[in-house]
């Protein structure tokens, strides 16, 4: 008997940050982070993620509008249908559901964490298999603080747990902000790869001069320095720079994956699965890299351990993955969702060995952080 999907549950948890986190579009002081359950009638439950960043600051879908896209049109249409079909059940959301990558990607998450928990094989499984049992991580140095990004960087160190930082820039002046990342880069040294993320904040004429200050400075990339629709900017950038450039908010799937590649606008893909629109659309990006020579880094939304690790499973078989990861969401919260922690050790994310993503969710702490459930609660007493 093929398993039937009864239930698909969207819930919001709001989980503060464990200090802010500063980006140029946003400053974060907590994550909301969106979680989905499918159910089926063969007892098995798949989990997927739809996470994004700062409400509408970052992309086009916040998590409310997630939410209620799922629930009103998506659930829909897949209730009642064959949970193992999967390719079909996609091909049905995007003949009448448009755009909503985020929403897309947890569903098929979801659905794939529960087929792959059938088969009795780890998700990355049914991606064409695994490469690496564990990915490199890097860490955000984001406080909007020279002093305590140091400290924090020296501490990730000490723990073996990061020599990867990434550092949020675009706030302020190029000169301040070169001369923020300049400082951090002095102080570690050849101990870490020093990297920035302007999040579009810089025009053309302002790259270019950061661009040649960062590489004298010792920095290793630049990400999404400028607009994301500007793609011959990027590529006039590209070509001047002495630093490698990565695209991010430019990558929305394959079709930008390709449109990047044959512009020969950037060196490297930071691939999500969210921005992809899901597992299937981010294999589309990274073989689209491999085939146009362009480097491969592992992004995150800053979800939480479902969408972490899903990601994981997935960059676990790319080809290569010469820019490491940046899958440390569930660090950055001051929560715990899972009956086991995931695995961060010797500057990498291990990845678990089980059926399917691998995880076990604490479903009381997860009905605890629930904003529908809080809400609920704070009403009752009233
Ligand atoms: O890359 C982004 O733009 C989003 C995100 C990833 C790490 C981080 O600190 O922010
Ligand atoms: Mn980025």
Redesign the pocket.
């Known amino acids: 008997m093929n398993p039937v999907i009864e239930k698909i549950e969207v819930m919001l948890v709001d989980v503060p940050t464990v200090r802010p986190h500063k980006l140029s579009m946003a400053t974060m002081h907590h994550q909301t982070l969106v979680l989905l359950r499918i159910d089926s009638n063969d007892g098995v439950s798949g989990w997927g993620e739809a996470t994004t960043i700062g409400g509408l600051a970052y992309g086009g879908e916040s998590p409310e509008s997630i939410k209620i896209n799922i629930d009103t049109y998506i659930a829909p249409l897949l209730t009642g249908r064959d949970a193992s079909r999967i390719a079909q059940l996609m091909a049905l959301i995007r003949s009448t559901v448009q755009d909503n990558r985020f929403a897309k990607c947890a569903i098929e998450t979801a659905l794939y964490d529960a087929q792959a928990q059938r088969l009795g094989v780890p998700l990355s499984e049914l991606f064409g298999g695994r490469l690496r049992d564990s990915v490199p991580v890097a860490w955000t140095l984001a406080s909007g603080d020279t002093g305590r990004d140091i400290a924090e960087a020296e501490k990730m160190l000490d723990l073996r747990r990061h020599n990867i930082f990434?550092l949020k820039i675009g706030l302020r002046s190029v000169r301040e902000d070169v001369a923020h990342v300049a400082a951090i880069k002095r102080a570690l040294g050849d101990r870490a790869s020093v990297r920035v993320?302007v999040?579009q904040a810089w025009s053309e004429t302002e790259a270019m001069l950061g661009m040649a200050l960062l590489a004298q400075a010792g920095v290793d990339l630049a990400?999404?320095p400028i607009a994301a629709k500007n793609h011959d900017g990027m590529r006039h950038l590209r070509a001047k720079s002495s630093i490698p450039l990565?695209a991010?908010?430019a990558l929305h799937g394959a079709v930008d994956a390709m449109a990047l590649a044959r512009r020969h606008a950037v060196d490297v893909f930071?691939v999500k699965i969210t921005q992809s629109g899901g597992l299937s659309g981010a294999k589309q990006v990274a073989a689209i890299a491999e085939a146009a020579h362009i480097d491969l880094y592992g992004?995150t939304m800053l979800e939480g351990a479902i969408g972490t690790i899903a990601s994981a499973q997935l960059f676990a078989g790319f080809s290569t993955l010469a820019w490491g990861t940046e899958l440390f969401g569930p660090l950055l919260l001051t929560e715990e969702i899972l009956q086991t922690p995931l695995v961060y050790k010797d500057f990498c994310l291990q990845l678990p060995a089980t059926p399917g993503l691998g995880i076990a969710l604490d479903q009381d702490r997860l009905n605890f952080l629930r904003r529908d459930k809080k809400a609920a609660s704070v009403f009752a007493l009233s």
């Open positions: 990434k993320d999040n990400e999404q990565m991010d908010e930071a992004g």
